[in-house]
């Protein structure tokens, strides 16, 4: 079971990245899948969530407009569309999924989690 990030990178402000999430040893459909940020100094938290079945979406309010999550069920990926970065956009970014339900944004509810990829958005 494994999840892998990749996709981070060094931008300037407005610039955009997607990040991509692979996941293998899990029936990635059956699972609902979410993309977590830590800023440095801070506590992790939510950004986006893509439930499994219909793939309805939820957005965390700061980056509402500007971050789109998707899924791919046939390559087991889970992406991270984000634009007009800020520099408060800069941080790791995890991808997690889990099984417990929908829309949930407690990092505590999720099993499975990537090693996380840097973001860095300077001004």
């Known amino acids: 079971v494994q999840l892998v990030e990749s996709g981070g990178g060094l931008v300037q402000a407005g610039d955009s990245l997607r990040l991509s999430c692979a996941a293998s040893?899990?029936?990635?459909?059956?699972?609902?899948m979410a993309w977590f940020r830590q800023p440095p100094g801070k506590q992790r938290e939510y950004v986006a969530i893509?439930?499994?079945?219909?793939?309805?979406?939820y957005y965390a309010d700061s980056v509402r407009g500007r971050f789109t999550i998707s899924r791919d069920n046939v390559k087991d990926i889970v992406y991270l569309a984000m634009n007009s970065l800020k520099p408060e956009d800069t941080a790791t970014y995890y991808c997690?999924?889990?099984?417990?339900?929908?829309?949930?944004?407690?990092?505590?509810?999720?099993?499975?989690w990537g090693q996380g990829t840097q973001v860095t958005v300077s001004s």
């Open positions: 040893g899990i029936t990635f459909v059956q699972w609902s």
């Open positions: 997690a999924a889990t099984r417990r339900g929908v829309g949930i944004q407690s990092p505590y509810e999720y099993d499975i």
């Open positions: 893509i439930s499994w079945g219909d793939g309805d979406t």
